[in-house]
């Protein structure tokens, strides 16, 4: 076996992405010695172009020691802003702090910023190898002993798999389970922050579901819509284009920054999806967290914020005094189950509403529910 760490715990975190990197942290803060392996050839940024962290993301954050960076990093509000369609002010919707007094109810980040302060928590305390993956895992029952792509082998307590959406992983363990669709869409652009805009605004009543602008640092923030998805083809090269004509009708900031929507690789779409997977989200001394095993659409701001939970609670039961690695899995699982599912279930009980009018639901209900829900300890 081949390794630069001294002896003593060792895990092996698989993806380099939010819930990897707060995973790598938070284990590699409590003793253990922890390899990061991404499959990508450098530690980038994950796509995207930004983000909101939720007041119970920060509170998990915070146990790693890098909610003040994020919060310092970005744009904190504990307000979201309604607009009509023409951009005219409709109201202030208080954003409650559920993750506590100390941390406002949402802050916008630039990924490349988060992903960064992340990547620096994890180099601290643990090793990232990047164009590797694992190959193939034998679990020995007191061990796993792991092949990777580059030939080497090394043995590990355990192995976390935090390899997003279409994880290899789950495939592996679970080649029937696939994310499904929601029914809808989202676009998304970089643009310039208006300097009245120091909070999300989001502006209904228009032609879909919600368009909103959401600040994610001093100069830059970025413009998106959540629409219904007609499953149709869009043309890459045309995506600014595109996304200029579904913001017709528009009024006020949207339309201003929608004029500026000029270069189509700087536009993102996607179809959105779901997924919950079975309990014990792995199997032996492998576990699955983050978006391996729960996403779900945007509306709650819970993506992030779910695997940030994972990640954290996961190494806190690694500390746990009783049942060795069984015992903490099973005590992670009956922490984490039932929150991330009901999470999915009210995120696309809520984005339903956006694309069918006929959907019965009590938004304000769900809203408050899952506000509380989110506000108890994990």
Avoid at 73 to 85: E, F, K, L, Q, T
Wanted: charge should be negative.
């Amino acid at each position: 076996m081949t390794s630069g760490w001294d002896a003593g715990r060792r895990l092996l975190v698989i993806g380099a992405g939010i819930s990897g990197l707060t995973a790598a942290a938070a284990a590699g803060q409590r003793g253990w010695q922890v390899d990061v392996v991404e499959r990508k050839p450098q530690v980038e940024d994950g796509g995207g172009v930004g983000l909101t962290l939720v007041g119970n993301a920060m509170r998990a954050l915070a146990s790693i020691g890098v909610a003040e960076q994020c919060v310092a990093a970005g744009m904190p509000a504990d307000i979201m802003r309604m607009m009509h369609a023409d951009g005219s002010f409709m109201l202030d919707n208080p954003l409650p702090r559920i993750g506590g007094p100390e941390w406002p109810g949402g802050t916008g980040i630039r990924r490349a910023d988060f992903h960064a302060i992340l990547v620096e928590a994890a180099r601290q305390v643990a090793r990232i190898r990047c164009a590797t993956t694992m190959e193939s895992w034998e679990d020995r029952g007191d061990k796993v002993d792991v092949r990777f792509n580059d030939g080497s082998r090394q043995d590990y307590e355990l192995i976390v798999a935090a390899d997003g959406l279409y994880s290899a992983t789950r495939r592996a363990l679970m080649p029937e389970l696939e994310p499904k669709l929601t029914g809808q869409a989202c676009w998304r652009v970089p643009v310039r922050r208006p300097a009245e805009v120091r909070c999300t605004h989001l502006f209904l009543g228009g032609r879909h579901g919600a368009v909103g602008i959401c600040p994610v640092s001093e100069d830059q923030a970025y413009l998106y819509i959540v629409q219904s998805d007609d499953g149709g083809w869009r043309d890459p090269a045309a995506l600014d284009r595109q996304m200029r004509e579904e913001l017709d009708g528009y009024g006020g900031l949207v339309a201003e920054l929608a004029a500026e929507i000029v270069n189509p690789a700087d536009v993102s779409f996607r179809p959105l999806e779901w997924l919950i997977a079975p309990k014990p989200w792995g199997r032996g001394r492998l576990v699955m967290i983050g978006d391996a095993v729960h996403a779900n659409p945007p509306v709650l701001a819970q993506g992030a914020a779910m695997g940030i939970e994972d990640a954290v609670v996961l190494a806190e039961e690694l500390d746990g005094a009783q049942g060795g690695i069984e015992g903490a899995l099973a005590r992670f699982i009956t922490r984490r189950y039932g929150r991330a599912r009901h999470v999915v279930e009210a995120s696309c009980q809520l984005a339903r509403l956006e694309t069918d009018a006929h959907e019965e639901v009590d938004v304000a209900a769900v809203m408050r529910s899952s506000a509380a829900r989110l506000a108890e300890p994990v």
